[in-house]
């Protein structure tokens, strides 16, 4: 099992940038390609950008495409989510998590399922 854990989060005017992190620990975060996910109020866990075991090969959802950048650094075992010109819309709980190979899938690699993630707002 692995366990996660998100920072960075705050409030932050329309435009601005904010950098999120994720450290992990416990069994070996290579084995695991790593995402970011979002909650806003009243909806769904959405994804948000996932990156590949060696970092070589990422993703991200369009709303973000351009303005997020998701890397990862494996001697330390962390994943860090560069929120760059910042949109009210963005405003949710950020958390991070393993994501299925290849997909927009999160996989459960810890219990609970999902962390206490860190709050973003953005203010207009």
């Known amino acids: 099992q692995v366990q996660l854990v998100e920072s960075g989060g705050g409030l932050v005017q329309a435009g601005h940038s904010l950098s999120l992190l994720c450290e992990a620990s416990?069994?070996?975060?290579?084995?695991?390609?790593m995402g970011w996910f979002r909650r806003a109020p009243g909806k769904e866990h959405e994804f948000v950008a996932s990156?590949?075991?060696?970092?070589?090969?990422?993703r991200y959802v369009d709303s973000v495409n351009g303005r997020f950048t998701i890397s990862r650094a494996n001697a330390i075992e962390t994943v860090t989510l560069q929120m760059n010109r910042v949109k009210p819309e963005d405003t949710a709980v950020y958390y991070c998590?393993?994501?299925?190979?290849?997909?927009?899938?999160?996989?459960?690699?810890?219990?609970?399922?999902w962390g206490q993630g860190t709050q973003v707002t953005v203010s207009s």
């Open positions: 416990g069994r070996s975060f290579r084995d695991y390609y």
């Open positions: 998590n393993a994501v299925v190979p290849g997909t927009e899938q999160f996989m459960c690699v810890m219990d609970p399922c």
């Open positions: 990156i590949s075991w060696s970092g070589g090969s990422t």
